[in-house]
C-alpha cells in the first residue's frame, strides 16, 4: 500500500508542476534568493564546511545562475537532498532548481514534470573493489554483493549488465551516499557501485583510501546535469544557457579575472555573449550584463571544473569526454546570436 500511495503522489506532483508552475524568475527576484537543492554531501561537487558553507562543481553552477539572475553569487540557499527525495522536491516547489548528481533519462523528462537544461558532466557507472580481494574486471563480479544508492540508476544499471553478461549479484540499497560508504567500509557488501565521480568523491572520504580500487569498466551513460519544473520555458532557458554562457566562456578565452577587458574585443562572438552588442541578456529575459557577472563571479567551464574536480582538487579528474569539442571532447554551447 505504501509504495502505491507513493506512486499515485509522484504521479500528482509531477502533473501538479508541469501545469502550474510558471513564474519562477519572478519569484526569485521576489524572494532576492535562488534555493537550490543539491547533494548532501559529495566531494568536489556539493559540500558544506564546518561555518555551513559550501563548494563544489555543482554549487558553482547553482552560484553561477544566482550571479546571472540576481546579480549576486552568494544569494543561494542549498538544500541537501537524497536521491529519493530530490525530485519530489523539485515538482512541489521547495527548490528553485534541482543541481545533483542526477541522471538525464527518458523517463525523468516525462513522468515527472521535471526537465533536464543540459549536461555539466559527462559520467558513466563503475565498481569500486577492495584491492586485497584481487579482483581485475567486472566480470569477475559474479554472485556479489553491491552497496548502492535507493532512487538512483544504479540498480537499474546492474540488472542490464550482469543480465547481459550471464550474470548474478544481490543489490544491498541505503537512503543516502553517507549510508553507502559506511556499509561498503564495514564490509557489508564485496562492491561499491556509483558513478565513477561518486566513487573517486568517497575514496577520499574513507578512513583507509588506499585499500580500494575503482575497476577499469564503465556500464552505463551517465548524463548529469540540472532539471527545473515543466512548465516555465523562461526558466529552463536560465537554466540551459548559465551552463552555456560557462562553455562559451572557456571556449573564447574570457575568464573570472579578464572579463572587464575582453569587452573591447573585436571577436562578435565575445561580443555578444558579453551583452557589448545583440540582444542576449533581453531575449533571456535577464539584465545586459547577466553573462559577465557569471562569468567574473563564478568563472568559466573551465574553471569551476579544475578547481573543484580538476587538477587543482584532490579529485585530479581528468576533463575527458568533458573537454571542449575542439579538444576531443563533448562539451560545447550552441552560438549566441
Known sequence: MRKIMTGVLGAALAAY?????????????????????????????????????????????????????????????????????????????????LAHNATWTSSRDTSLGIIFAGTY?????????????????????????????????????????????????????????DAVIKAYEEGRCDVFSADTSSLNAARIRMANAGDSVVLPEIISKEPLGPAVRQGDDQWLNIAKWTLNVMLAAEEFGVTSK??????????????????????????????????????????????????????ESPLKIERGVNALWNAGGLQYAPPIR
Not at 554549487?59 to 545562475?65: E, G, I, S
Not at 566480470?139 to 548502492?148: E, F, H, M, N, T
Not at 561580443?271 to 568563472?299: M, N, P
Open 121 to 177: 558532466f559527462y559520467d558513466g557507472q563503475g565498481f569500486m573493489v577492495r584491492k586485497s580481494d584481487n579482483i581485475k574486471s567486472a566480470k569477475d563480479l559474479d554472485g556479489a554483493s553491491i552497496c548502492v544508492s535507493q532512487g538512483t540508476t544504479t540498480e537499474l544499471n546492474l540488472a542490464d549488465y550482469f543480465r547481459s553478461n550471464g550474470m548474478t549479484f544481490s543489490a544491498v540499497g541505503f537512503a543516502d551516499e
Open 17 to 97: 508542476a508541469s501545469t502550474v508552475w510558471a513564474g519562477t524568475l519572478d519569484d526569485v527576484k521576489a524572494k532576492g534568493i535562488l534555493t537550490c537543492g543539491t547533494n548532501p554531501a559529495t566531494a568536489g561537487f556539493s559540500v558544506p564546511d564546518n561555518d555551513g558553507k559550501w563548494t563544489g562543481f555543482v554549487v558553482d553552477y547553482c552560484r553561477a545562475v544566482a550571479a546571472g539572475v540576481l546579480g549576486d553569487a552568494t544569494k543561494v540557499k542549498f538544500i541537501p537532498l537524497n536521491a529519493k527525495d530530490r525530485f519530489t522536491a523539485l515538482q512541489s516547489g521547495e527548490i528553485d532548481i
Open 258 to 311: 579578464n572579463v572587464d577587458e575582453m569587452k573591447d574585443s573585436d571577436n562578435p562572438n565575445i561580443r555578444r555573449l558579453l551583452g557589448v552588442e545583440g540582444s542576449f541578456g533581453k531575449d533571456v529575459g535577464l539584465g545586459e550584463t547577466w553573462s559577465q557577472d557569471i562569468i567574473k563571479q563564478v568563472g568559466n567551464y573551465s574553471e569551476i571544473f579544475e578547481r573543484s574536480i580538476g587538477k
